[in-house]
């Protein structure tokens, strides 16, 4: 902790780079991943501040949604794609995912209802082989169901259809930093 408390302290000192800021935001992207710390978008993407709109939840998972009850998730992709107006959606998963793992495999989760609770939403569950340690195949199918999800969503779904808002899946090695990309038209993840 102490390493990160030292950056912090010396963060703010360059305020001429932050003043323009406080005008407001204008993200083009709305940015979802895993809550994982080997995920970082702004060092993958480049992104400085003000650039990405950023949803991170375990597994990546966009939650069915029911707007008689309102999540946290909901109300971060109605903000980004109705008030910000983003024009695209990336839902980026990883390679050794330990949620989207968890699932492959079927482990037992007593021990940590939230998370199990929480995982039962990664419907249908994703398969791979149990036995890859990256989770490739199961982790790039759970991007692709997430993007389903998300066109469920009546704002999602409404700017798609005006045009107004493209989604994107991708899938991130952590042990290489490579980007893979869904193509639509070949129904496979390439290098972007
Ligand atoms: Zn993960």
Do not use: K
């Not at 305020?15 to 702004?42: H, K, N, W, Y």
């Not at 501040?49 to 990546?60: D, K, M, V």
């Not at 966009?62 to 024009?87: C, D, F, H, K, Q």
């Not at 759970?142 to 899938?171: D, K, M, N």
């Amino acid at each position: 902790m102490q390493p990160l408390i030292d950056n912090a302290r010396t963060f703010g000192q360059r305020p001429e780079e932050f003043a323009r800021l406080a005008e407001g935001q204008a993200p083009e992207v709305l940015f979802i991943t895993c809550s994982d710390s080997r995920v970082v978008p702004a060092l993958i993407t480049g992104a400085g501040p003000g650039q990405l709109f950023e949803l991170r939840t375990a597994g990546n998972i966009v939650p069915p949604y029911a707007s008689e009850r309102p999540t946290s998730e909901a109300a971060t992709i109605e903000y980004a794609v109705e008030v910000l107006g983003v024009r695209d959606i990336v839902v980026c998963g990883h390679s050794h995912c330990g949620a989207v793992g968890a699932l492959v495999r079927g482990d037992d989760l007593d021990a940590v209802p939230a998370v199990r609770d929480w995982l039962a939403h990664a419907t249908p569950r994703p398969s791979g082989a149990a036995e890859d340690p990256e989770v490739a195949e199961g982790v790039q199918s759970h991007v692709l169901t997430q993007l389903l999800r998300l066109r469920s969503y009546p704002c999602v779904e409404r700017r798609i259809a005006q045009g107004r808002l493209a989604l994107h899946g991708w899938y991130y090695e952590v042990h290489t930093g490579a980007v893979r990309s869904h193509r639509p038209r070949t129904d496979t993840f390439e290098a972007l």
